[in-house]
C-alpha cells in the first residue's frame, strides 16, 4: 500500500471531543476530507462522563468558528453566550447538533478505538522517501473487528481523560492498584446525582490537591449532611493545601478564594479529614473494601475505605504512537516547540500564549497531537487555544502558511480557567476561577504569539501533572 498516492488519502482525526470536531471543521473550510474516530459512544464521550460538572468559560468561548459557521447554517441558534454550561450541556448543545450536521454526519466513526498509527513505510526506522508516504491507523471497532484506516494525515485529539497518574509514589503504580480499579473512580464523581449509592454512607479516600479534588470533597461534605456514616478522608503529597485554600476573604479572585474558604472550614471543623505528605505504596482489596497502606508524615498508613476519587490529574497515551518519529519533551510528554510556554513549574493557564502548527509538528510531517493531549502532563491547557491550534494545522495542510503562522487569539481581559461553581455568602452559586473571574462584559484582547497571555479560560477538568498539582494554575 506504499505506493497509494498521499494526497489522495483523507485526513485522519482520532478524538470526536470540541477540539477534533473543530479539526474536521476547519478542514471541511480549507477544501480538505477528514475522517473522525471516537472510541467513544457518542461524540464528546469523555466530557459527558463528566456532564453534571460546570465549565468556567462561558459559552462565547466555548465554540469554535468554523464549528459555528457550519452550525449556524442549519439554523441553529447559539445558547447565551454569557452562561456557563456543564460538560452535558456542552455535549447535547453544541458537540452532538455539530456531529448532525450534513457536512460531518457521514465522517464520523463512534465506537471506534485507535490501536496504533505508523507511516506507510515498512517501520520506523525507514528514513529514504518516508515524507511522500501517508500513514496507517489501526482502528478498534465495537464488534471486535479490525481494520486499517489510511490518512495523509493524522490529527490526534485523544485527550488524556482516560489516563489517570497513578495513585502510588514517584509517578508509578502502587502494588494492588491494577486489582482495585473497582473501588478507584475518576477525579469528578457524581456524588450527588448518579453516582450518590457508591458514596452514601461510606468511607471514601479523595486523593489530589487540584480544583477536581476540592470540588468532589464539598460534594462529599454535602452528602455527608444527608447520609449518616458518610465519612470523608482527604490525602495530599505536599506538607500543606495553602495553596488550594487561597488567601481566603484576602485573596484578589473572590470566587477562588471563598472554595478554599469552604473547604478549610471543612477541614478544621473535622468533616473532612486530611492527611499531609502522604504516600501510597500498596493497595489491598477484596470484595469488602480496600486498604490503603504507606506513610502519612512521619508516621505509617494503614487506612481502610470503601472507594478511592483519584484526582492526581493525567497523562497522554504514547503507546498507540510508537510507530510515529516523535519530537516529545522529555518531562512534559508534550510537543517539544510548545514545553518552555506551557511548563507548569513557570506558567499558568493565564500565561500560556497562542501557538500553531509551527511549534506542534513532528519529524514526521503531516502528524500532529492537539488539545489536551497536546499539554501532555502540563495543566495549563486552554480549550478555545485547541482551537487555534487545529485551524492552525488546517490551514498549513492546505498549503496556507501564511495563514497557518498568523496564530490569534482572543481572550477575555480577566478570563476564567477552571471548573465548576461555588457558593457566596448568601448560598447563591458564583463561578470559582482559577486565573480570573469572568467579566458581564468581557473586554477583548489581541495576542500574536510570543504575547504573554493575562487571563485564561478552558474546560472544567483539570489536567494535572503527576503529583497533587491538578488545577489549571500549577
Known amino acids: 500500500m506504499s505506493d497509494i498516492a498521499r494526497e489522495s488519502l483523507p485526513t485522519l482525526v482520532i478524538g470526536a471531543g470540541p477540539v477534533g470536531l473543530a479539526a474536521a471543521a476547519h478542514l471541511l473550510e480549507r477544501g480538505l476530507e477528514p475522517v473522525v474516530v471516537e472510541a467513544g ?30 452550525l449556524e447554517a442549519t439554523g441553529w441558534t447559539a445558547p447565551d453566550l454569557d452562561g456557563l454550561p456543564t460538560g452535558g450541556e456542552l455535549v447535547d448543545d453544541y458537540l452532538a447538533p455539530l456531529a448532525a450536521t450534513p457536512e460531518l454526519a457521514g465522517r464520523i466513526r463512534t465506537s471506534t478505538r485507535v490501536l496504533g498509527v505508523s507511516r506507510l513505510t515498512p517501520d520506523k526506522t525507514r528514513t529514504l522517501g518516508r515524507e511522500r508516504h501517508g500513514y496507517r491507523v489501526r482502528t478498534l471497532k465495537a464488534d471486535g473487528t479490525v481494520e486499517d484506516l489510511l490518512a495523509r494525515a493524522v490529527i490526534d485529539a485523544s ?3 482516560e489516563e489517570s497518574n497513578p495513585l502510588g509514589v514517584g509517578g508509578l503504580q502502587a502494588l494492588g492498584e491494577t486489582d482495585a480499579t473497582d473501588f478507584v473512580t475518576g477525579p469528578l464523581p457524581d456524588a450527588l446525582g448518579k453516582e450518590r449509592a ?4 461510606r468511607h471514601t479516600l479523595v486523593v489530589g490537591m487540584g480544583h477536581s479534588a476540592a470540588n468532589t470533597l464539598l460534594s462529599l461534605v454535602t452528602l455527608a449532611e444527608d447520609e449518616p456514616g458518610t465519612e470523608i478522608t482527604w490525602a495530599i503529597r505536599s506538607g500543606s493545601p495553602r495553596r488550594l485554600y ?16 469552604r473547604l478549610k472550614e471543612a477541614v478544621d471543623s473535622g468533616r473532612v479529614q486530611l492527611l499531609t505528605f502522604v504516600e501510597i505504596d500498596q493497595l489491598r482489596s477484596d470484595e469488602r473494601g480496600v486498604r490503603i497502606l504507606g506513610r502519612s508524615r512521619d508516621a505509617a498508613l494503614d487506612l481502610p475505605v470503601d472507594a478511592i476519587v483519584n484526582a492526581t490529574g493525567f497523562r497522554p497515551d504514547l503507546d498507540m504512537l510508537r510507530e510515529v518519529r516523535l519530537a516529545l519533551d522529555p518531562a512534559l510528554e508534550c510537543p517539544a516547540g510548545i514545553a518552555e510556554m506551557i511548563d507548569p513549574n513557570f506558567h499558568s493557564c493565564g500565561t500560556v500564549p497562542p501557538h500553531g502548527e509551527k511549534l506542534l509538528s513532528h519529524p514526521d510531517d503531516g502528524f500532529y497531537i492537539v488539545g489536551m493531549k497536546s499539554y501532555g502532563r502540563a495543566p495549563t491547557f486552554l480549550m478555545a487555544t485547541g482551537y487555534e491550534q487545529v485551524r492552525s494545522i488546517a490551514a498549513a495542510l492546505a498549503g496556507d502558511r501564511a495563514a497557518a503562522d498568523a496564530v490569534e487569539l482572543n481572550l477575555p481581559e480577566t478570563g476564567v480557567c477552571s471548573s ?14 482559577c486565573c480570573g473571574t469572568a467579566p458581564s462584559e468581557p473586554e477583548l484582547l489581541t495576542l500574536k504569539v510570543g504575547t504573554p497571555v493575562g487571563v485564561g479560560f478552558a474546560t472544567g ?14
Not at 476573604?249 to 470566587?255: H, Q, S, V
Not at 477538568?461 to 500549577?474: L, Q
Open 41 to 70: 459512544e457518542q461524540v464528546g464521550s469523555a466530557m459527558a462522563s463528566w456532564g453534571h460538572i460546570r465549565l468556567f468559560s462561558p459559552w462565547r468561548y466555548d465554540i469554535d468558528p468554523a464549528a459555528q459557521r457550519l
Open 420 to 433: 465548576d461553581l461555588a457558593l457566596d455568602a448568601d448560598g447563591n452559586e458564583v463561578a470559582v476561577a
Open 159 to 161: 485527550g488524556t481523560y
Open 246 to 261: 487561597g488567601g481566603g476573604t484576602d485573596d484578589e479572585l473572590p470566587a477562588r478564594g471563598l472554595l478554599g474558604t
Open 198 to 201: 457508591r458514596f452514601a454512607g
Open 461 to 474: 477538568v483539570e489536567h494535572g501533572r503527576s503529583g497533587d498539582t491538578g488545577g489549571c494554575c500549577g
